[in-house]
């Protein structure tokens, strides 16, 4: 995601959608994804670990499962970013807190797809009763830092040389944002996400 204005949307392109991914996407999706990880702040992952759709099928029905929102943005009918949550941790305690990622097509950068898909999220999970979000992202990648302040995260943390890529160690950061109430009163039973 892109913090900068620059290539935003003008009046005449078609809007921005986001809607809950279907099975259909996952190839969209998987290009996007292997973008990332070949060209992106994530580049140096092997070959070999790259997901195959049948990885994809699985998270997707293992999310819908748990009720745990998968959302894709469209412009035109074409698949142009995505975004999930996962549980932070699995134990009970850390039920109402969630982590997310979210990725954007490359030719789609800048273009706010990743400001309305982090929107997006954040409703979601703030509907359903959860009540921290977790990022962890690439210390270099300032423009990903940039719009998650602006949302609201906070660095909480820092990961150092947890990552080897481009020849050298890099560093992750963490942040994190309440919802809803945050931390301020009891939980409530985390409802069902209402996506398909």
């Known amino acids: 995601m892109k913090a900068s204005s620059d290539n935003a949307p003008t ?4 809007p921005i959608l986001v809607r809950p991914s279907r099975d259909t996407d996952v190839e969209a999706m998987l290009s996007i994804y292997r973008r990332h990880i070949r060209r992106g702040i994530e580049d140096g992952v092997d070959e070999s670990g790259m997901p195959g759709p049948d990885d994809l099928l699985d998270r997707r029905k293992n999310l819908r499962n748990h009720r745990l929102p998968h959302l894709v943005a469209t412009i ?6 995505y975004a999930y949550i996962v549980l932070f941790r699995k134990r ?3 039920r109402f807190t969630v982590k997310h990622s979210i990725y954007v097509h490359q ?3 800048r273009r706010g797809v990743g400001r309305v898909l982090m929107q997006q999220l954040i409703d979601a999970c ?3 009763g959860y009540r921290q979000i977790i990022g962890y992202i690439d210390a270099d990648n300032a423009s990903s830092l940039a719009i998650h302040e ?3 995260f906070s660095r909480v943390g820092l990961l150092p040389g947890v990552a080897h890529r481009h020849g050298r160690w890099a560093d992750t950061v963490m942040v994190q944002r309440s919802l809803a109430a945050g931390s ?4 409530q039973p985390v409802s069902i996400f209402s996506g398909r």
């Open 11 to 14: 009046a005449n392109e078609p």
């Open 76 to 81: 035109g009918g074409e698949v142009v970013g």
């Open 92 to 94: 009970p305690a850390y």
């Open 107 to 109: 030719d789609h950068r």
């Open 126 to 128: 703030a509907a359903a």
């Open 150 to 152: 602006k949302f609201g």
């Open 184 to 187: 301020s009163e009891p939980p």
